[in-house]
């Protein structure tokens, strides 16, 4: 007999038919989200310490226009501030993928000047453009892929790999040179270092900067690479652990590295229309500073690409004040010095903060 009284529903019904997931009624919630589309690549390009970098080109900019003027405010001067950081830049986004995957390259201005002085040897330079740039790539990218046989699969301490490769490649270059300049004779090559081949009024050495940024922060931004190389920097085990080739992934970013100098070796003797064993002098500092200054821990794991552009811009925008205000070479070096120290202590209190 039934009755009319309804019964409550059972414990196991309301598991059968669990409640949609949602916050209590009455209330308001917002997305929570990881940004995504425009929102992400903004929040990327256009953090904190990228803002806090552009405001610092703002400031050297004003100081520029008040201690130097129109001298400063020149086309020409602007231009040569673009193309002198060209060459450093691209060395330094390499640099830059080294040091977020946990390493360091010592080698950077060696590789230039060994890739330079190749490229423009006699016997290079009878096969034309073309040849020039294969034998700066090849250079570039063979020192790199020694480098990283010895760090990943040796193993080496990166500091000592590097130092060695450094220390040869100047010595082979010298031994290619015998200490002389090789002028190049290559037409096409030399036109792209003059004011006809200007595009708009920017250099091409300027447009192949900027190619090779965008390129750069696709890599690290858009690609399993990326992530992969942020990963190893972090913590090289827990990748290992995740299934991340970590010795392949290390011997690829020093052949990236090594790439990187061969185009800028290349930019160079563009730039000089000769090859010397001198090129790239200092080269491995000012690319390590320029991507300590744009936010690349030096214990790897976090670093920009545009961050490092920046510091290139910030240091190559000093050595132009310097230079136009008739200041001493020293007091430049020391400038670059304190600015080191104080881009790391930063960057040791944001690390505490977050921590």
């Known amino acids: 007999m039934t009755t009319g009284a309804t019964s409550e529903p059972s414990s196991t019904a309301s598991l059968d038919k669990p409640a949609p997931p949602g916050p209590p009624s009455g209330v308001v919630t917002r997305d929570q989200g990881p940004p995504s589309g425009p929102r992400l690549v903004l929040g990327r390009l256009f953090d904190l310490h990228t803002v806090s970098l552009l405001a610092v080109l703002a400031i050297l900019c004003v100081v520029g226009a008040i201690t130097a003027g129109e001298q400063f405010l020149d086309t020409n001067n602007l231009q040569l501030v673009l193309t002198q950081a060209s060459v450093i830049g691209v060395v330094t986004v390499g640099v830059t993928f080294v040091m977020i995957g946990g390493g360091i390259d010592l080698s950077v201005g060696g590789i230039v000047a060994l890739a330079s002085v190749w490229c423009t040897t006699v016997a290079t330079q009878e096969y034309g453009m073309a040849g020039m ?9 063979g020192c790199g892929l020694v480098n990283g046989v010895l760090i990943a699969y040796g193993p080496m301490v990166p500091f000592v790999a590097t130092m060695a490769m450094m220390v040869s490649a100047r010595g082979l270059s010298l031994e290619i040179t015998g200490g002389s300049t090789q002028m190049v004779t290559v037409d096409p090559v030399l036109d792209l270092g003059r004011r006809s081949s200007y595009v708009f009024g920017i250099p091409p050495l300027v447009i192949m900067f900027a190619v090779i940024t965008a390129l750069g922060w696709v890599l690290l931004n858009r690609t399993t690479f990326g992530r992969r190389t942020a990963a190893i920097g972090g913590n090289p085990e827990a990748a290992r652990l995740a299934g991340i080739a970590v010795k392949r992934q ?8 090594g790439l990187c100098c061969g185009i800028a070796a290349f930019m160079l003797v563009v730039l000089s229309g000769s090859g010397q064993n001198t090129n790239g002098n200092l080269y491995e500092l000012n690319a ?3 991507a300590i200054i744009g936010g690349t821990l030096l214990t790897g794991g976090r670093g920009t690409i545009i961050g490092s552009v920046l510091g290139v811009l910030v240091f190559t925008l000093i050595t132009n004040l310097f ?3 008739n200041l001493e070479s020293a007091f430049q070096q020391i400038a670059t010095g304190a600015i080191i120290v104080a881009a790391v202590l930063l960057q040791r209190r944001s690390a505490a903060h977050t921590t």
């Open 133 to 141: 740039v294969f034998c700066a790539l090849a250079v570039g990218l």
């Open 288 to 290: 390590i500073a320029a």
């Open 323 to 325: 230079v136009l205000n």
């Open 250 to 257: 290390r011997l690829m970013l020093y052949a990236l590295s």
